[in-house]
């Protein structure tokens, strides 16, 4: 049968928007295919239900794993916070991505929020941390100061200003140059012929579709890219990912008039504890509806707190987590909360306490959320899954998301995801025939 594209992208997240555009721009006839849909409003939480995973939402042993299943991915929810590629992936792998990072975070403004900007939780929360004498600094954002407006607060609910970069803005630009997308399209496996690919099949609004191309890019992300391998036969994905997994530490600021969910999240942090602790820390707090469940959830339950959540003030504890655990070809995840884990959350949670006690909030107050997720990645690790090209044993089958990263991690994911794409779709281009 003839191959309809040159390529084709599954996944409409960082790692496949960035691949994407870079491959059209280039002339290439490219093809996306995405599970969630495209478009539709965002900015509340009523409005996201379709747009995120709920299975994984709700706990997965100790766990609650959140991501987007839309145009965008998980950049859609996430905070805006732009972090350059580990250092560990240029000497583990050769690959140095930082040139591709310098020029994403020029072309999309990258840099702290002015002043104007910074609310005034994360700005308590920033001088109580300098007074205890921590390197606690504005964090570089995805946010477009012009368009974005002081205590709103709604990144995580979809910025409906488009103030914050997600990846639905190079999908869209990549559609205006000719790619096509296919949103509401579940990829299953990928379509080999004597050993190389040559397209995927998977499940559209309409029933099933097939697609042919040269290339195949997966890009599902590092929980969605592992279940495709290992359907189309490549056993090793899925053995092992990581999480990247967090607990918020909140309590109640009596004296202030806008707490944590009205900031713009992760406005500023600390990167201090990361090499050797492997904590990283910063201000944020979760959006009302799931800070009310963290505040029914925790232990002993906070729902006293309810009536006072406009005052809240609120610290994440995000730590590196190691490669283990199973994601299997049905999509379960299996994976337990190494004592390294519960160490680094402990150790981050005391530090949280610590800050929040020096910015005035009163100890009964103080309580810790159960633990979640949302960084899933590892799960198809270059030198295991993918060489240095990003390309699998099934020949023309590549990976451009979080996946490939080879080891624990513990940062955001976002320009690291967009750097990947991009040097997937570069290295392919150079080496098409
Ligand atoms: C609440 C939250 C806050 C975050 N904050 C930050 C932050 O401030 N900074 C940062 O850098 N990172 C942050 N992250 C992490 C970041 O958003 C993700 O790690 C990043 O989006 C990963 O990019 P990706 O391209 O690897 O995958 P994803 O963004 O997961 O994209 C994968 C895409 O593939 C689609 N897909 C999955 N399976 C299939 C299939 N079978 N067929 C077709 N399509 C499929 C999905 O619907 C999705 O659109 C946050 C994440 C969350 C959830």
């Not at 399209?185 to 191309?213: S, W």
């Not at 201000?283 to 963290?294: F, G, H, R, T, V």
């Amino acid at each position: 049968m003839a191959l309809e594209y040159d390529a084709v992208v599954v996944g409409a997240g960082p790692g496949g928007a960035s691949a994407a555009r870079e491959l059209v721009r280039a002339g290439r006839k490219v093809v996306m295919l995405e599970y969630g849909p495209d478009g539709g409003r965002i900015g509340s939480h009523l409005s996201l239900i379709n747009k995120i995973d709920l299975k994984n939402a709700l706990p997965l042993g100790h766990e609650v794993m959140v991501r987007g299943l839309a145009t965008g991915g998980s950049s859609l929810i996430y905070c805006g916070t732009a972090t350059k590629p580990a250092a560990f992936i240029r000497e583990r792998t050769g690959i140095d991505l930082d040139p591709l990072a310098d020029q994403f975070i020029e072309e999309l403004g990258v840099a702290p929020l002015p002043d104007s900007l910074v609310g005034e939780s994360a700005l308590r929360i920033m001088e109580s941390a300098q007074r205890l004498g921590l390197e606690w600094q504005l964090l570089p954002k995805f946010i477009d100061p012009s368009k974005c407006v002081p205590h709103c607060g709604e990144c995580m609910l979809g910025c409906r200003r488009e103030a914050k970069f997600t990846a639905r803005r190079f999908v869209n630009e990549a559609r205006t140059m000719g790619l096509t997308l296919r949103p509401k399209t579940r990829v299953d496996r990928v379509i080999t012929e004597g050993g190389k690919a040559v397209g995927v099949f998977g499940l559209g609004p309409d029933g099933p579709v097939e697609v042919r191309a040269e290339k195949v890019i997966l890009a599902a992300g590092g929980l969605g890219t592992p279940i495709i391998l290992k359907r189309s036969g490549i056993d090793e994905a899925g053995q092992g990912f990581f999480s990247d997994p967090l607990v918020f530490t909140y309590g109640l600021l009596e004296d202030v008039d806008r707490g944590s969910i009205y900031d713009i999240p992760m406005t500023a942090g600390t990167w201090q504890f990361h090499e050797k602790e492997g904590v990283m820390m910063t201000d944020l707090a979760e959006p009302w509806m799931l800070l009310m469940a963290s505040m029914g959830t925790s232990w002993p339950p906070r729902v006293d707190q309810w009536p006072r959540m406009r005052r809240t003030v609120g610290i994440m504890t995000k730590v590196k987590d190691p490669v283990s655990g199973t994601i299997d070809a049905r999509g379960r995840l299996r994976k337990d909360l190494e004592p390294e884990v519960r160490w680094r959350l402990a150790f981050g949670d005391r530090q949280a306490r610590a800050i929040l006690r020096q910015a005035g909030v009163r100890e009964p107050s103080l309580f810790t959320s159960p633990v979640k997720a949302a960084h899933p990645g590892g799960s198809a690790p270059i030198g295991r899954v993918v060489d240095r090209n990003l390309e699998t044993d099934i020949k023309n089958c590549f990976v451009a998301d979080a996946s490939v990263v080879p080891d624990e991690l513990g940062t955001p994911v976002v320009l690291l995801a967009l750097c990947i794409g991009r040097y997937a779709a570069q290295t392919m281009l150079a080496n098409w025939n």
